[in-house]
């Protein structure tokens, strides 16, 4: 590498060539020379070395200086300072040393060999840490003069595709489904398929924000009624609760929930658990919501509420308002339906799902997996195994807890006094009942007499 210095002089400026020394560090990249101590060979890399815990890291040591800075601060017109300033040209000088310059460099070096794991808030994070459904993609942008100041956008499914082109082959896309709300009654959701994703994700943030529906909220905490609704393979059933309660839904219905301005509601998915349907058809259940006026307009009768908490005092929701007088007592069909909730879910009633015990799986009915499912239950199950145990916690009840005397006759005590002489003879047997403690005593008596005469 040669350096050119120009020497001016009174007739001619003349340039002199000096030579300057060079070394392997001026000719291989710093990129090479950190893969002289950090890589692994093929055959190490196969065994698991090249991810081991406690390696030599590579490090960028252009991190915090600047072309044209060194240890002597310098002032170079083009690369580290303009060429011109004002009406002036900017000529090479020479500026006081900053002592502090290596110390800074030495602060970010240090700082590469720290592992900082960064801090998302909760409300960031999404539903998983690998995906990015459920983040925040932050306000819409304007829409000409209509700005989006209170809104916030959510990603609720985020997946990539592939199409087959016959000119061109296989062709990836990208798919983002967003809702966005304000959190007092406006949603809207979008979809949006491009090859870039974040195109994508702005084309579909901007499609929600055009397509905003509002949603009536019950005072201002939840829905007005129970109700159910279905999108293809997928069966909402949601249900009023009272403040305080929570949401206590499926994710997606969470999410939705907190952009519309709901927060107390149950809800419950039975069928597919598709992103797309299950906002779909809540929104759609939301929207066909009938409010008090509604019902009171459609079945020309007052609406009144009886809750526990107010001693059932009643409390007038809604009276007819559409010119009609309510109908009297004589005036309504003996066979009309007037109970609420099944007017909610129109005519449907909720599906109570079998206990454990009632319920029995399919491998417990097939012949090759009949015999494993029984041999867990003899294992496992409380129920078949610990018979002995059952016993035994009967007899042990405190007579201050035993509650069930007049539930069962005294055959069942006499049954339960059978298998503790038979089954569990070495255990102390509290009093089960008033008047079986001479039965009880008698037993034990018996069973001490018994126990010495062998021993002798």
Known sequence: MLGALFRYTQKCPQMIFIPVRTSVYTNVTAQ????????????????GRAKRRGATKFKDLNLGQRIGQGKLNMQWPGLNAPVVQGREVVSITEKPPD??????????????????????????????????????????????????????????????????????GRKKFTSAFVTVGNGKGLVGYGKALTQDAQHSLQKAKLTAARQLLYIPICDGHTIFHDFYEAYYFTKIRCEKRPPGYGLRCHRIIALLCRLIGIKDIYAQIDGAVNPQNITKAFIRGLLKQKTYQDWANAKQLHLVEYRPENDYFPRLLASPNNGQPARTSLEIDPDEDLDFDRLCFEGRTVDKRQTSEQYEP???T????????????RRRHWETVQEDATVERLARMD??????YYRYPDEYHTDVLKQLKQRLPHIWYPR??????????????????????IQK
């Open 362 to 364: 399919w491998y417990a």
């Open 432 to 453: 089960m009942a008033p008047d079986l403690n001479k039965k009880l005593e008698d037993e034990v008596e018996k069973y001490r007499q018994t126990q010495n005469g």
């Open 399 to 404: 007579e201050k807890r035993y509650d069930s």
């Open 32 to 47: 090479d020379l950190w893969k002289t101590i950090t890589s692994v060979s093929n055959a190490g890399a196969k065994r």
């Open 366 to 377: 097939k012949e090759k997996t009949r015999y494993g499912w029984y041999k867990y239950l």
């Open 99 to 168: 002592p502090m310059l290596q110390q800074r460099l030495l602060e970010v070096r240090n700082r590469l060999d720290r592992f900082r794991r960064l801090s998302i808030p909760p409300s960031e994070r999404g539903f998983t840490g690998g995906s990015p459904a459920g983040k925040s993609l932050g306000k819409p942008d304007p829409i000409n003069e209509i700005t989006f100041d209170d809104f916030d956008s959510r990603l609720i499914e985020f997946k990539t595709l592939q199409r087959t082109i016959g000119k061109i």
